[in-house]
């Protein structure tokens, strides 16, 4: 939990003669922890999150890019899985609830703001919503603005689990707003048993589909 334990640990792997490490640590330290294997000679691979400058997103055409890669990488498209969840839902809702109005469709997009591999996933679900129904409004990266009844349930206001997720959905579920079907992408299954909790003690089980990226806990429960 420590950055700076985590950099000099760097180092002294280094001193200890090793020729190579693999990093997994806090994604927006990538910055510094590469520069840091650089001074000490040391090669790296990034593990489960990309090695960005998250500081700099910006656009290539179309697709969203969320900051230059310090190295090749060959693991998770965050924002694709975004997508992916809500190429999903759409799908469920299309084939469930074909009759039901857009405007009384609500997307509930559930992540962890502080782990930006988390976030990216909820970009890309709110920028494929958006190419979707662009009637209800265009993606804004600003988190505050988003398509008409799309949230984004931001876990940082509690703990990164089950429980925040639960709570954060029941609040947004009750009070619809004219919604009657929802549609969740959650960052992981825990996030999204939170979500389906919500459902069930709200009555809306029938009328809500959860979508999550990775776990077996949710198919289990």
Same mark, same amino acid.
Request: charged share 20%; hydrophobic share 40%; net charge negative.
């Given at each position: 939990?420590?950055?700076?334990e985590? !950099?000099s640990a760097?180092?002294?792997?280094?001193?200890?003669?090793y020729?190579? !490490? !693999?990093?997994?640590?806090?994604?927006?330290?990538?910055?510094r922890?590469?520069e840091?294997?650089?001074? $000490?000679?040391?090669?790296?691979?990034?593990?489960?999150?990309?090695?960005?400058?998250?500081?700099?997103?910006?656009?290539?055409?179309?697709?969203y890019?969320?900051?230059?890669l310090?190295?090749?990488n060959?693991?998770?498209?965050?924002?694709q899985?975004?997508i992916?969840?809500?190429?999903? !839902?759409?799908?469920?809702r299309?084939?469930n609830?074909?009759?039901?109005?857009i405007?009384k469709?609500g997307?509930?997009?559930?992540?962890y703001? $502080?782990?930006?591999?988390?976030?990216?996933? #909820?970009?890309?679900?709110?920028m494929?919503w958006?190419?979707?129904?662009?009637?209800?409004?265009?993606y804004?990266p600003?988190?505050?603005?988003?398509?008409?009844?799309?949230?984004?349930?931001?876990?940082?206001?509690?703990?990164?689990?089950?429980?925040? #997720?639960?709570?954060? $959905?029941?609040?947004?579920?009750?009070?619809?707003?004219? $919604?009657?079907?929802?549609?969740?992408?959650?960052?992981?299954?825990?996030?999204?048993?939170?979500?389906?909790?919500? #459902?069930?003690?709200?009555g809306?089980?029938?009328?809500?589909?959860a979508?999550?990226?990775?776990?077996?806990?949710?198919?289990?429960?």
């Amino acid at each position: 939990g420590s950055a700076d334990e985590y !950099l000099s640990a760097i180092a002294t792997f280094a001193d200890q003669g090793y020729d190579g !490490l !693999l990093l997994d640590g806090d994604s927006n330290l990538y910055a510094r922890a590469v520069e840091v294997c650089n001074d $000490v000679g040391i090669t790296w691979i990034s593990c489960m999150s990309q090695a960005r400058d998250y500081a700099s997103p910006y656009m290539m055409g179309d697709a969203y890019i969320p900051g230059q890669l310090f190295g090749p990488n060959v693991g998770f498209n965050n924002t694709q899985f975004g997508i992916d969840m809500i190429d999903k !839902l759409e799908e469920w809702r299309l084939e469930n609830y074909p009759d039901v109005p857009i405007e009384k469709v609500g997307v509930i997009s559930i992540t962890y703001s $502080v782990a930006v591999q988390l976030f990216e996933r #909820a970009t890309g679900a709110e920028m494929r919503w958006a190419e979707l129904h662009p009637e209800l409004g265009a993606y804004d990266p600003d988190p505050t603005k988003n398509p008409t009844n799309f949230y984004i349930a931001d876990t940082i206001s509690g703990s990164m689990d089950q429980v925040t #997720a639960q709570n954060l $959905v029941t609040q947004i579920m009750s009070n619809p707003k004219g $919604v009657e079907v929802w549609l969740i992408s959650a960052a992981f299954d825990d996030f999204a048993m939170g979500a389906a909790n919500a #459902a069930e003690n709200l009555g809306l089980t029938d009328k809500t589909c959860a979508v999550c990226i990775g776990g077996s806990n949710l198919a289990l429960q």
